[in-house]
Every structure is written in C-alpha cells, then in structure tokens.
Nanobody
Framework: QVQLVASGGGLVQSGGSLRLSCAASGTIFSINDMGWYRQAPGRERELVATITSGGSTNYADSVKGRFTISRDNAKNTVYVQMNSLKPEDTAVYYC???????????????WGKGTLVTVSS
C-alpha cells in the first residue's frame, strides 16, 4: 500500500502564511503527479495545485500568485507554500499522488486523510 501523510495545517489570520507538507511512503515504484486538493464545508473538492515529477506545475486560478507547490522526488514529498491567505481558503486540504507500486502495473490515485486550514478574518 501507499500512504500519504500530510502536516502543517492550522489556524492563521487573514494575510498570513502556512506551509503544508505531504510524504508518501510504502511500496512505491514511481510517483508521477503529486498535488493538493481542498474541500470547504458544503462544497465539492477542488484542485489547488499539482506538480509533475519533472516539475511542471498547475494552479487553480484562485490561488495563482499566492500559493507555490514544490516537491522533493528523493523523499516522495510534496509541499505547498500558502501566502496571503484569505478566509475563503479555509478548507480541508488533501494530499494527492498518482503512481505505481511495481514496474508493470497501472498508475493509481492515492489520497491522504486531509489537514484542516482555517483562515480567520
């Protein structure tokens, strides 16, 4: 199995910053995309940012210019630096990875349990 463990959530004031981390562990042959999604109360889960193994990034329009995603391939870890946080960024943030456990298997999607980010106004 592949486990994703996220950390770094918490309570921050509007305009503040937080850095989330997520480490993948277990039986891993390779990981392609990693990233973050979030789900606010009463809303559907939405993309925050993703990053490929080669470093190409994709961001939701709502976080462009404020959030920066990065990863350490050697550690199978993905980060997101969140600056200029707004109350509307309040959500449970879920770590995501797409990879395979063995050479000749299909890619699968893996999810972490989520970490709560609360931005007070």
């Amino acid at each position: 199995q592949v486990q994703l463990v996220a950390s770094g959530g918490g309570l921050v004031q509007s305009g503040g910053s937080l850095r989330l981390s997520c480490a993948a562990s277990g039986t891993i042959f390779s990981i392609n995309d990693m990233g973050w999604y979030r789900q606010a109360p009463g809303r559907e889960r939405e993309l925050v940012a993703t990053i490929t193994s080669g470093g190409s990034t994709n961001y939701a329009d709502s976080v462009k210019g404020r959030f920066t995603i990065s990863r350490d391939n050697a550690k199978n870890t993905v980060y997101v630096q969140m600056n200029s946080l707004k109350p509307e960024d309040t959500a449970v943030y879920y770590c995501y990875a797409r990879g395979r456990r063995a050479r000749f298997t299909l890619d699968m999607d893996y999810w972490g349990k989520g970490t709560l980010v609360t931005v007070s106004s």
